[in-house]
């Protein structure tokens, strides 16, 4: 009876611990990716988002039709700029190590960048040419696309936010 009581311990004992190996396997394997964030500071504002529903590849670029939905996108968080301010433009170290830009009312960046924060002038960021005409107008408010690159296959996940001029 002693040696019954003894064996069925060690068992329990046993299959406690195979439980809990499994159970904290099980609760890693549910453990998502933080998203990455980027961040938009004015002054002393600052807002930081998640990647724009929709328009985050987990990691891989997206489809030409995921981006062409993405790029159509407007909102995002808001932040209201005066003229003349600088806009900084922060992004986690992950996404600098694969390239970003950033887009306002048109092209703000030459080139992709590794670094992970630039700073932009306002008045570049809401300024519009009209590719008929030549001619520059500025926007009262402006989505701000962040994207994140994939090598020279596209983005793989964009961020969005709302620029609104302060006259």
């Not at 600098?96 to 030459?110: F, L, Q, T, Y």
């Amino acid at each position: 009876m002693t040696a019954a009581l003894i064996s069925w311990g060690k068992g329990r004992r046993a299959a406690a611990a195979i439980g809990a190996v499994s159970l904290g396997l099980l609760t890693l394997s549910a453990c998502e990716k933080p998203t990455s964030l980027a961040t938009v500071t004015v002054g002393s504002t600052t807002v930081q988002a998640e990647a724009t529903p929709g328009c985050d590849g987990g990691g891989k670029v997206l489809s030409k039709k995921a981006v062409a939905a993405c790029i159509t996108k407007k909102g995002g968080k808001t932040i209201t700029v005066h003229p003349g301010e600088k806009v900084r433009v922060g992004v986690d170290p992950e996404v600098a190590k694969s390239g970003w830009i950033v887009i306002g009312a048109g092209p703000v960046m030459r080139a992709p960048s590794k670094q992970t924060y630039r700073s932009f002038d306002a008045d570049t960021l809401f300024m519009q040419q009209n590719p008929q005409t030549g001619q520059t107008s500025y926007s009262k408010d402006v989505t701000l696309q962040v994207a994140e690159l994939g090598g020279g296959e596209g983005p793989k996940t964009l961020w969005h936010f709302t620029l609104k001029q302060q006259d």
